[in-house]
């Protein structure tokens, strides 16, 4: 079963309207054989903020050493965001394992007319995926309600209820203690109700679950007292948290009162299941990322995204906006058609101007009947987009560095503003056939379309994920143009269709030209036509991005008259408006590893005395490094971490050393201890290499404030863990995903992009073959829109070609000639001398003209 089919005989399920009660999910549990033996679930119900819990709890229970899953919904962009274990996103092979196990039950229940829901199904699904991934917890969001919902058919030892406001009245209840009651069947039956819920509800709860504790910012009336303490940022927020005779502070970046009760709830939930110290818990809430909730994307303009989708939650976000300064307010809003749109208008902040628009869905209101609600409210300057895009495109146009853009009403809306900073279009290396023919069913297109395109998949390649109207607007103008396009097999108005675009240098260019114009004087005519775009300008952006086609001029005849690859970034000019320059910037940069360690897995040892390190540096100087990157904590598998003060007493004497040499060499701190970077880049180190990938939640601020450079590294664990096998669909494209958010995260922190490294992490949580796969086709981690980083030196990948430890030198050289080859920007490495060779030889052999050193 391919993963469009699996996808698509889930989403058909919708078609089957929401019933009452567990019992369809026990029988498909039952079916599957209980999978879910032995798993503990922790079950979080109410009306608003039991995602945003659910998720703090998670990220809780991870720092506290757990494996944990997470089942919550919707998703913002992809099936599968829906069902995580340890952060990761359930496979699309486990998906198709899944269908293909359930599929002839659930058919033959729905003969019988009584086929499981979508959500009970995807709940099915989510406790069998959790069973079979052995995790140690699963945290599972309530769908509606608490007593009847699918997710009820689990013994939580653990549960919570957020908050209760008037919700699906026809199905809970009138009042809000009618809704609470029947949200409090989620007690678990030998602990205690965790709630931030007051008054008649409270009682309510109470009546049916006993034994309850609340949360609450009134110490009197709250067994566990939360503190919010403001803005400590632009994008987290102060907290404090006492319970009994523990008090916790930190910091979360969830913004809002609202968002502190859900902290105190989350943290109360978090001690429940396990013994978790108060640093596991404080890092754990601040490491709660959560898209789309009050999100704060760009501070010049103020950009916001939140998912807001009924009055009670505009009102904690006009509440939360309130804390900031900014001159002009322009709203972004869709929403749902079953939602109370007057009354959402009226607890919003009053916006300055309003862009109504329709996320691409059945159920969006129209765009001119949120129109006519804001206008009746008051507003003067109401306009209307057809598309989320484009509506925030006209938005970020319109506004000044001191102004505000809010993008809310739903978080389907959210969904597809926020593509604007994540989406990512994948060049694609097509050596031949089979090159084409894995790209193509790399995107789920069918088998025939495979076997008919395949051979059209020349020049330049590109696949990316487009809304289902951009993508049959991009594939019409492309045939039009002499080019391809293979769409996946599942093409529903509601969810991403993945693409592959092909075709010449020159077919793509006037393509671009045609998304800007906005319209294709061809095959469209009349006003309407001109005034829908389709989001087609932030397509164009990302086409133009993704291919370098700025400042390329096309012959005319279907071919560039630049031969050399566009993707390779020693084949293009210094960068002369970047900030700051570095050697990436004009060819491929070696980095020199020095570790000042008595136990790193290759030069443990060598250079751990200052005066080791500093003729160590000297020589790679001479040697031609560009970059040295100092490391005081090995990451080997079964390493012990070094203590903060320890690491820096190693490192920072180095640092200071080697920044005295008269040398235009780049210094580099191997950390993923924030104190440890603050520490070198005051002993004037330029480079934060992070191995964690931003585990620590205030490195990225701390290389914000010191306007450092930083490598983002996809780690699965750090140190690594011998032996542990992960699950990726396509090794590639799924580290491109996981390393967007760590961008887009250190980005929201004031790093800028043009300072961000990525570095695919090879060895941490990926096999030989999945490391060689990586180095194959390196050049496609530059859909991020940043410099890669290749991490090889001397490691066990190469016990795949027959290389044991210590005999590893002349496969290290030949995988860095390959890497420069195919666009990688930094090497790094050990041995210096050699490896400088490799590279400015693969280097020389793709322009002997330009590099001569």
């Known amino acids: 079963m391919e993963y469009h089919e699996a996808a698509d005989f889930l989403f058909d399920l919708r078609r089957f309207r929401p019933k009452p009660g567990t019992e369809s999910t026990a029988r498909l549990l039952a079916h599957l054989e209980t999978p879910h033996d032995g798993v503990a679930f922790v079950q979080i119900a109410g009306s608003n903020g039991k995602g945003s819990t659910a998720r703090m709890v998670e990220r809780s229970l991870r720092e506290a050493g757990l494996s944990v899953g997470l089942y919550t919904s919707p998703h913002l962009e992809d099936l599968r965001e829906r069902i995580q274990v340890d952060g990761r996103k359930i496979s699309r092979s486990a998906v198709c394992d899944y269908v293909e196990a359930a599929r002839d039950y659930l058919t033959a229940r729905g003969a019988d007319g009584e086929s499981p829901t979508f959500f009970e199904t995807m709940t099915g699904m989510a406790i069998w995926h959790f069973g079979r991934e052995d995790v140690d917890v699963a945290i599972l969001e309530v769908g509606i309600g608490g007593k009847y919902d699918a997710t009820s058919v689990v013994d939580p030892i653990a549960s919570a209820v957020t908050s209760v406001t008037l919700e699906h009245t026809g199905i809970l209840g009138e009042t809000e203690a009618e809704i609470a009651r029947d949200k409090a069947h989620v007690a678990p039956a030998d602990a205690p109700l965790v709630t931030g819920v007051s008054g008649d509800a409270l009682e309510a709860i109470r009546d049916v679950a006993g034994d309850v504790i609340t949360v609450g910012s009134d110490g009197a009336d709250s067994d566990v007292t939360v503190a919010y303490g403001g803005r400590a940022n632009h994008t987290e927020a102060a907290v404090c948290i006492d319970h009994d005779d523990r008090h916790l502070e930190t910091r979360i970046?969830?913004?809002?009162?609202?968002?502190?009760?859900?902290?105190?709830?989350?943290?109360?939930?978090?001690?429940?299941?396990?013994?978790?110290?108060?640093?596991?818990?404080?890092?754990?809430?601040?490491?709660?990322?959560?898209?789309?909730?009050?999100e704060v994307l760009d501070t010049d303009p103020l950009v916001i995204v939140d998912g807001a989708h009924n009055p009670g939650a505009c009102e904690q976000l006009a509440e939360t906006l309130?804390?900031?300064?900014?001159?002009?307010?322009?709203?972004?809003?869709?929403?749902?058609?079953?939602?109370?749109?007057?009354?959402?208008?009226?607890?919003?902040?009053?916006?300055?101007?309003?862009?109504?628009?329709?996320?691409?869905?059945?159920?969006?209101?129209?765009?001119?009947?949120?129109?006519?609600?804001?206008?009746?409210?008051?507003?003067?300057?109401?306009?209307?987009?057809?598309?989320?895009?484009?509506?925030?495109?006209?938005?970020?146009?319109?506004?000044?560095?001191?102004?505000?853009?809010?993008?809310?009403?739903?978080?389907?809306?959210?969904?597809?503003?926020?593509?604007?900073?994540?989406?990512?279009?994948?060049?694609?290396?097509?050596?031949?056939?089979?090159?084409?023919?894995?790209?193509?069913?790399?995107?789920?297109?069918?088998?025939?379309?495979?076997?008919?395109?395949?051979?059209?998949?020349?020049?330049?390649?590109?696949?990316?994920?487009?809304?289902?109207?951009?993508?049959?607007?991009?594939?019409?103008?492309?045939?039009?143009?002499?080019?391809?396009?293979?769409?996946?097999?599942?093409?529903?108005?509601?969810?991403?269709?993945?693409?592959v675009l092909m075709g010449?240098?020159?077919?793509?260019?006037?393509?671009?030209?045609?998304?800007?114009?906005?319209?294709?004087?061809?095959?469209?005519?009349?006003?309407?036509?001109?005034?829908?775009?389709?989001?087609?300008?932030?397509?164009?952006?990302?086409?133009?991005?993704?291919?370098?086609?700025?400042?390329?001029e096309s012959t005319g005849s279907?071919?560039?008259?630049?031969?050399?690859?566009?993707?390779?970034?020693a084949t293009t000019e210094s960068n002369e408006d970047a900030t700051v320059q570095y050697p990436w910037h004009d060819h491929t940069a070696v980095m020199g590893i020095l570790n000042v360690t008595p136990d790193s897995f290759h030069d443990g040892g060598e250079y751990d005395a200052l005066e080791d390190a500093v003729d160590q540096a000297e020589a790679m100087t001479?040697?031609?490094?560009?970059?040295?990157?100092?490391?005081g904590e090995s990451t080997r598998p079964g390493a012990d971490p070094v203590p903060i003060d320890e690491e820096v007493d190693r490192v920072v004497p180095v640092v200071e050393r080697i920044t005295d040499l008269d040398s235009d060499v780049h210094v580099s701190i191997d950390t993923r201890k924030a104190a440890v970077a603050e520490a070198a880049l005051e002993a004037g180190a330029d480079i934060i290499n992070d191995v964690s990938g931003l585990e620590d939640p205030e490195m990225r601020f701390v290389v914000a404030e010191y306007d450092a450079g930083l490598v983002v590294m996809h780690s699965i664990d750090t140190p690594v863990v011998p032996d542990r096998e992960i699950e990726y669909d396509d090794v590639v494209e799924d580290v491109i995903d996981q390393l967007s958010e760590r961008i887009l995260l250190a980005e929201k922190a004031g790093v800028d992009r043009d300072r961000i490294v990525v570095d695919p992490g090879i060895g941490f949580g990926k096999s030989a073959r999945e490391s060689f796969e990586i180095l194959g086709r390196i050049d496609e981690f530059h859909a991020l829109g940043c410099p890669v980083l290749f991490g090889h030196s001397h490691k066990s990948m190469f016990d795949h070609v027959g290389r044991d430890a210590g005999d590893r030198l002349e496969a290290t050289v030949a995988a860095s000639a390959i890497a420069a080859d195919r666009g990688a920007d930094i090497v790094r490495i050990h041995d210096v001398p050699e490896n400088v060779a490799a590279v400015r030889t693969a280097l020389a052999a793709r322009n002997p003209d330009r590099f001569e050193w």
């Open 622 to 631: 001479e040697a031609g490094v560009d970059v040295i990157d100092i490391g």
């Open 504 to 552: 010449t240098v020159a077919q793509f260019e006037r393509l671009v030209e045609t998304l800007e114009s906005g319209f294709d004087s061809e095959s469209s005519s009349g006003p309407e036509s001109r005034s829908r775009s389709d989001g087609r300008s932030d397509i164009a952006r990302e086409l133009r991005e993704t291919l370098e086609l700025d400042g390329r």
């Open 253 to 294: 970046p969830l913004l809002g009162t609202h968002q502190a009760e859900n902290a105190g709830i989350a943290a109360t939930l978090a001690r429940q299941v396990t013994d978790v110290s108060d640093a596991d818990l404080a890092r754990g809430l601040r490491n709660a990322h959560w898209p789309g909730r009050f």
């Open 558 to 569: 279907g071919r560039s008259d630049d031969s050399v690859d566009s993707t390779d970034p």
């Open 322 to 499: 309130s804390t900031y300064d900014y001159d002009r307010l322009t709203l972004v809003f869709g929403a749902m058609h079953d939602k109370d749109h007057r009354e959402m208008a009226a607890t919003l902040p009053t916006p300055d101007s309003v862009i109504t628009t329709e996320p691409t869905l059945d159920r969006a209101e129209s765009r001119d009947v949120l129109a006519e609600v804001f206008a009746d409210a008051g507003v003067e300057d109401v306009r209307t987009n057809a598309t989320v895009q484009d509506a925030l495109s006209s938005a970020l146009g319109d506004a000044d560095d001191g102004d505000c853009v809010l993008v809310t009403g739903s978080l389907f809306a959210v969904a597809e503003a926020r593509s604007r900073w994540t989406s990512a279009g994948v060049p694609k290396r097509i050596r031949n056939l089979e090159d084409a023919r894995e790209a193509l069913s790399g995107a789920d297109v069918p088998e025939p379309g495979v076997r008919r395109l395949q051979g059209d998949a020349v020049h330049r390649v590109v696949k990316t994920s487009l809304e289902y109207g951009q993508a049959t607007t991009v594939k019409q103008e492309l045939l039009r143009l002499g080019g391809e396009c293979a769409l996946s097999g599942s093409q529903r108005d509601d969810e991403a269709v993945e693409a």
